[in-house]
């Protein structure tokens, strides 16, 4: 089994990142392979919405998103965490939402399942806006939602490692890999 990590942040580190960690270590402990996409450390163009995919089945652009759609292509799971700005999720998250438009046919992510994890600034920072544009960005997708223990992952976290002194948040990101570990075994 595989368990992709998607962190949204455009920061190295970041809090988002720190809770997709922890969310994955579930999947450490259960013997499951994980890959990491940092978008810290890669480049994703926005879509030009050229529809050259559409004519010949690939994106035209040449970066890491070639590296994505293969690990959507081999993963059984996904969990995306992201940082709220301005009420939305960072423009290189985006742009992946974007370009999965493009994605081959053998990169479907039709069926898999996947979880969230928001962060932003405050009690209303948005976290709740950024959990319902991956979860839409899933369904687009064809992918099942798993919830954490209510619904994704929500903290309120502002300055680059914040979010290790909530260890409440951090239990709450290894509930959401533990369900999606359950979910998987009922397939």
Request: hydrophobic share 40%; charged share 15%.
């Amino acid at each position: 089994m595989n368990v992709l990590g998607i962190s949204g942040t455009p920061r190295p580190g970041g809090n988002s990142e720190l809770l997709l960690n922890a969310a994955l270590v579930p999947f450490a402990d259960a013997g499951w392979d994980i890959t990491r996409f940092l978008l810290s450390e890669k480049t994703v163009a926005p879509c030009t919405g050229c529809e050259a995919c559409r004519g010949g089945g690939r994106c035209r652009i040449n970066d890491d998103m070639n590296e994505l759609y293969q690990a959507f292509a081999q993963c059984d799971a996904v969990i995306i965490a992201a940082p709220a700005y301005f009420r939305n999720v960072p423009a290189q998250l985006k742009a992946v939402f974007d370009r999965t438009y493009g994605a081959p046919a053998s990169a479907s992510l039709e069926g898999k399942l996947g979880g969230a994890i928001a962060v932003g600034r405050g009690t209303g920072g948005g976290q709740a806006i950024v959990l319902n544009i991956i979860y839409n960005y899933y369904l687009s997708c064809g992918a099942l939602c798993v919830p954490g223990e209510l619904n994704g992952v929500t903290a309120a976290a502002d300055k680059p490692g914040d979010i290790l002194s909530q260890p409440r948040r951090l239990e709450q990101a290894q509930a959401l890999g533990c369900n999606i570990i359950k979910y998987s075994a009922l397939r």
